[in-house]
T-cell receptor
């Protein structure tokens, strides 16, 4: 069964450094999302992306965050200058039109 | 502020019993509802989706939606220890963002 793949599975970064999280959505999906889950808390929406532009973003998704689809398969989340509070699991998801979202295994981001 | 509320649990049921998980939502505009299962340290895994009032069954799982009461539930029949996980209720708008509840931790004991 096709699946969303995310790399790396664990990223350790110094505070203030830039980090890029990578995702390969399911191949025939056109809608892409990033969510995050701080340890012990709920899954929170960050951003949705369709047709090469952001559809919606949450208050969490400030100017330090950006997303990009650099080619036909990858979807990336960049955090420009990481903060301690960015430590979380980051999940990429994708969906076909009017279909449920499927999640990748996540990237655990640890900011030191 | 759109909210999805769930009892955090844990809900403990014996093996073979029916587990009943509940969820309420605040936004009447939500059109779609989903149940995801999340094992500790893992990603959300889609269990059920439901879009219209009534029941939807898939194997041992039945999702129920009552839009008038803004209430969604998930029944798990013949619960197994492998069903022990956190169950996340989420509401959404077509292919828009999902709003998740905090999840209900289910424990199925042998």
């Amino acid at each position: 069964e096709p699946e969303v793949t995310q790399t790396p599975s664990h990223q350790v970064t110094q505070m203030g450094q830039e980090v890029i999280l990578r995702c390969v959505p399911i191949s025939n999906h056109l809608y892409f999302y990033w969510y995050r889950q701080i340890l012990g808390q709920k899954v929170e929406f960050l951003v949705s992306f369709y047709n090469n532009e952001i559809s919606e973003k949450s208050e969490i998704f400030d100017d330090q965050f950006s997303v990009e689809r650099p080619d036909g398969s990858n979807f990336t989340l960049k955090i420009r200058s990481t903060k301690l509070e960015d430590s979380a699991m980051y999940f990429c998801a994708s969906s076909a039109r009017n279909q449920p979202q499927h999640f990748g295994d996540g990237t655990r981001l640890s900011i030191l | 502020q759109k909210e999805v509320e769930q009892n955090s649990g844990p809900l403990s049921v014996p093996e073979g019993a029916i587990a009943s998980l509940n969820c309420t939502y605040s936004d009447r505009g939500s059109q779609s509802f989903f149940w995801y299962r999340q094992y500790s340290g893992k990603s959300p895994e889609l269990i059920m989706s439901i879009y219209s009032n009534g029941d939807k069954e898939d194997g041992r799982f039945t999702a129920q939606l009552n839009k008038a009461s803004q209430y969604v539930s998930l029944l798990i029949r013949d619960s197994q220890p492998s069903d022990s996980a956190t169950y996340l209720c989420a509401g959404g708008y077509n292919t828009d963002k999902l709003i998740f509840g905090t999840g209900t931790r289910l424990q199925v004991f042998p």
